[in-house]
T-cell receptor, first 113, second 114 residues
Framework: AQSVTQPDIHITVSEGASLELRCNYSYGATPYLFWYVQSPGQGLQLLLKYFSGDTLVQGIKGFEAEFKRSQSSFNLRKPSVHWSDAAEYFCAVGGFGNEKLTFGTGTRLTIIP | ETGVTQTPRHLVMGMTNKKSLKCEQHLGHNAMYWYKQSAKKPLELMFVYNFKEQTENNSVPSRFSPECPNSSHLFLHLHTLQPEDSALYLC?????????????FGDGTRLSIL
């Protein structure tokens, strides 16, 4: 069965600093990978997705993620965070078969001035 | 604006009440989902509908009753709920139920059971 691990429950970053959120997946074939963001009081918003091709994918709000098959990872990055990036971030994995989209447990991001 | 609208945004109800949550999507999608999001727990998939037909019930108690009259509307009827049912209920839609399709979420209904 597929699975997603987000090792960091909570990360605190200074405004303007760079950010990397970790995501490791387990899937028997080529995965479909997603990052979502959930701001307080809102639902999940799709940041970016990886299906195939270039392993570095660009998303909305200045985020990018890199697919590394050898490490089974799909880490989310942003060069300079803004206070409005404070939110919970979820990584998810899907595939071609009958599997359901599987979400990680999320990483809460706090931004300090 | 995500294209998925949920009402109400907040709901407080007693354990003996009956209420319904509503979800409407304007994305032309064929699949719709109900999720439960509780504090400190992973996102829980409850129900999946594809072209109005239920394709998955993830062992959800019968006090939760979904209804999908068409591909654009999804309801969750609630009755005789328990305190542990207090949570954020999220509706989502996607083009198809394949997990390679991105899901689009509403802002959720925050449910509190007294």
């Amino acid at each position: 069965a597929q699975s997603v691990t987000q090792p960091d429950i909570h990360i605190t970053v200074s405004e303007g600093a760079s950010l990397e959120l970790r995501c490791n997946y387990s899937y028997g074939a080529t995965p479909y990978l997603f990052w979502y963001v959930q701001s307080p009081g809102q639902g999940l918003q799709l940041l970016l997705k990886y299906f195939s091709g270039d392993t570095l994918v660009q998303g909305i709000k200045g985020f990018e993620a890199e697919f590394k098959r050898s490490q089974s990872s799909f880490n989310l990055r942003k060069p300079s965070v803004h206070w409005s990036d404070a939110a919970e971030y979820f990584c998810a994995v899907g595939g071609f078969g009958n599997e359901k989209l599987t979400f990680g447990t999320g990483t809460r991001l706090t931004i300090i001035p | 604006e995500t294209g998925v609208t949920q009402t109400p945004r907040h709901l407080v109800m007693g354990m003996t009440n009956k209420k319904s949550l509503k979800c409407e999507q304007h994305l032309g999608h064929n699949a719709m989902y109900w999720y439960k999001q509780s504090a400190k727990k992973p996102l829980e998939l409850m129900f999946v509908y594809n072209f109005k037909e239920q394709t998955e019930n993830n062992s959800v108690p019968s006090r939760f009753s979904p209804e999908c009259p068409n591909s654009s509307h999804l309801f969750l009827h609630l009755h005789t709920l328990q305190p542990e049912d207090s949570a954020l209920y999220l509706c989502a839609s996607s083009q198809a139920t394949n997990s390679n399709q991105p899901q689009h979420f509403g802002d959720g209904t925050r449910l509190s059971i007294l």
